[in-house]
C-alpha cells in the first residue's frame, strides 16, 4: 500500500512538472512577443500597462477544478510508471538534506531539554551525599522496643527529635482513649486461636505486621474489609490469606464510619506504649508486611522475609521509619531548591515555572531522573553504613523505598518513554508543518478557480 502511495505522489509530481514546463513555455513565448511589439515604433508601454491593469481588475467568476480520487489518481500513476518508484525518486538531495537537518535539530533540542548537564549531576551528588551523610552521623539503629520504657531518651539526633514529636502528639493517655473509641475487632486479632483454621503463629509481639489491616497505606483497605466482613487478612508463608474470626463484630456502619474507624485505630497503634510501661511494638513501616512475603529472596543465607520480621521485633516500626525519611526530606528539598536556582539563573524560568516542574503530578523527566541519582547516592552511604556496622537494623527503609520508586521511573523514562517522546513530538512538529502546506494548497486552490478558462 505504501508504494502505491509512492507512486501516486510520483505521478503528481510528474503532471505538475509537465504543467510548469508548460506555463513556461508560455511565458517565455509571451515575453518574445512583448519584446518583438515594443520594437514596434507604434507601441506605448503606458498604454499597455494600462491595459493590463485593467484586465487584472475584472473579476472572473470562479470555475471549481477538475476533481480526482486517490483511487483514480493510482490508477493513473500505475498506467504511466511502470517501474518501481522508492522515497529517492520524490525527494531530492536537498529535501533530504533539510529533512536530516530537521531531524537533528529537533534531536538537540530534545536533548538540551532532557539530557543531564554536568550541573544536573553535581546537583544529584552533592544532595544524596548531603543526606547519606545526615543518615549516618544523626540516625542510630532503633532500640528493641519492648526492653526501653516510654520516655528513655533514644540516641542519634533524628531518633530524638521524632521520638519528642511523637511522645507530643500522641501521649499514652491519647493512644489508650484512642484505642478505646475506635476498637476495629476481628481486624486486630492477636492471638491466632481466635481465627478458624489459622495455625501459624501470631501473637501480640508481630500481629501488627503480619495482620495487613495494620499497614500504615494498606490498612485502609484490609482494614475495612476485615472490619466488614468479620475476618483477618494475614500474610503466611508468602501468601496473602483471608481468615474468618471467632469473634463477632458489632459494627452497623458503612465504608465510610469504618474507614474513619480504622483511621482512629491506626493512629492509636502508632506510639501507645506496652502494658509494662515500656515503648511497645507500633505500626510496621508502610508495605513492611508485603516485603515480609519474600521468603524466596536470600540475603546472606537468610531471606528478606525472615530479615524484615527481625527487624519489626526489634524495634524497626513506623516510628523508625519517620526517623529514616529525616533525610530523605531534606534531600527532597534541596533537590528542588537547587533545580529552582538553577532554572531561574540558567535557564530564564520564572519561580513557580520551575518549582511546579518538581511536584509530583507536573515532575520534569529530567527532575525525576536527577532525583533517582540522588537517591542512588543516598543508599550507596546507607549499604556502606550497614557494611560498616554489620547490623541490618540500619537500613534506610524510607530511602531504598524512594530509590525503587524513583529508579522505576527513571529507567522506564531512559528505556521506553525517551524514544516515544522524541518522535512523538518530532511527528507533532512534521504535521503542524503538514497543515501550513494543506493551507497553502488551499489558498493556492481558491486562487486558481478565478483564473481565466
Known amino acids: 500500500m505504501f508504494s502505491k502511495q509512492i507512486k501516486a505522489v510520483k505521478h503528481i509530481q510528474d503532471m505538475a512538472e509537465d504543467t510548469q514546463n508548460a506555463h513556461d513555455e508560455i511565458e517565455r513565448g509571451i515575453e518574445r512577443l512583448k519584446q518583438e511589439l515594443m520594437s514596434l515604433d507604434a507601441f506605448d508601454e503606458q498604454e499597455y500597462q494600462s491595459e493590463l491593469e485593467h484586465e487584472r481588475s475584472i473579476k472572473p467568476e470562479a470555475v471549481p477544478l477538475e476533481r480526482k480520487t486517490f483511487t483514480e489518481i493510482s490508477r493513473e500513476s500505475e498506467r504511466s510508471i511502470t517501474r518501481r518508484v522508492t522515497i529517492n525518486d520524490i525527494l531530492t538531495h536537498d529535501d533530504m538534506q533539510e529533512l536530516n537537518s530537521r531531524i537533528n535539530r529537533h534531536i538537540h533540542e530534545f536533548n538540551r531539554e532532557y539530557s543531564l548537564d554536568a550541573w544536573d549531576y553535581a546537583i544529584a551528588g552533592t544532595c544524596g551525599l548531603a543526606a547519606g551523610m545526615l543518615d549516618w552521623l544523626c540516625i542510630k539503629s532503633p532500640v528493641r522496643s519492648t526492653s526501653m520504657k516510654f520516655n528513655t531518651q533514644l540516641d542519634g539526633i ?13 501521649p499514652p493517655d491519647l493512644s489508650h482513649n484512642l484505642s478505646e473509641s475506635f476498637k476495629i475487632g476481628s481486624a486486630d486479632t492477636s492471638m491466632k486461636g481466635r481465627l478458624l483454621s489459622y495455625s501459624g503463629k501470631l501473637s501480640p509481639y508481630n500481629h501488627r505486621l503480619k495482620e495487613l489491616s495494620h499497614d500504615p497505606v494498606l490498612g485502609l483497605i484490609f482494614g475495612v474489609h476485615d472490619m466488614m466482613n468479620n475476618s483477618c487478612t494475614i500474610i503466611e508463608n508468602g501468601k496473602i490469606r483471608v481468615y474468618k474470626s471467632m469473634q463477632t463484630n458489632n459494627f452497623n456502619e458503612n465504608i465510610f464510619y469504618s474507614l474513619g474507624r480504622m483511621l482512629g485505630h491506626l493512629a492509636s497503634d502508632i506510639n501507645a506504649p506496652s502494658a509494662s510501661g515500656n515503648r511497645g511494638m507500633g505500626l ?25 520480621e527481625y527487624m519489626y521485633l526489634n524495634g524497626y516500626d513506623m516510628r523508625q521509619f519517620v526517623v529514616s525519611s529525616v533525610p530523605v526530606s531534606i534531600m527532597e528539598i534541596l533537590l528542588r531548591a537547587c533545580w529552582v536556582i538553577k532554572g531561574m539563573k540558567l535557564e530564564g524560568k520564572t519561580f513557580w515555572e520551575a518549582l511546579s516542574q518538581t511536584s509530583p503530578g507536573n515532575m520534569h523527566k529530567k527532575f525525576r531522573v536527577i532525583t533517582a541519582a540522588s537517591y542512588g547516592v543516598l543508599c550507596a552511604v546507607n549499604a556502606g553504613k550497614v557494611s560498616v556496622t554489620k547490623n541490618i537494623l540500619d537500613v534506610n527503609y524510607s530511602a531504598w523505598i524512594g530509590l ?7 529507567l522506564k523514562w531512559a528505556l521506553l518513554d525517551k524514544n516515544f517522546l522524541l518522535w512523538e513530538t518530532l511527528e507533532r512538529e512534521e504535521l503542524i508543518r503538514l497543515e501550513d502546506t494543506i493551507k497553502s494548497l488551499e489558498e493556492l486552490e481558491h486562487d486558481a478557480e478565478f483564473l481565466p478558462v
Open 158 to 170: 533524628f531518633n530524638r527529635t521524632v521520638q519528642e514529636g511523637f511522645n507530643k502528639i500522641l
Open 404 to 410: 525503587i520508586w524513583n529508579g522505576f521511573h527513571a
Open 284 to 308: 510496621p513501616a508502610p508495605f513492611m508486611g508485603l516485603l515480609s512475603m519474600l521468603n524466596g529472596v536470600n540475603i546472606n543465607g537468610e531471606s528478606i522475609g525472615s530479615n524484615i
